[in-house]
């Protein structure tokens, strides 16, 4: 493989990291989630804005992705938790240099 070649292939994976970060609430929603496991309706409280069809959406969006895992808790009530896989973690460390900026500029 050329260095151009692997300069195009960067360019492509680079490309739909922003196409999944820049849909609007994902950021949030990974951020919401980088401290601990949430159920649906702790993360739609955590951002009030964002309605349970389009929270809905993302999630799933997130799993397909590969960044959220969803657990079924079989415990009486059953209720579902999300948390982020190891990739989501790792995008959302690299997203707390994002926030550090947000706090300064913002």
Known sequence: MTE???KHELYKKVERCYEILCKKWMGLIIHTLMTEPKRFSEIHVAIPDLSKRMLNER?????????????????RPVRTEYSLTRMGNELGASLRTVEMWAKKWL
């Open 4 to 6: 151009e070649d692997k």
């Open 59 to 75: 999630m799933k969006e997130l799993e397909d992705c590969g960044l959220v895992l969803r657990n079924v808790i079989t415990d």
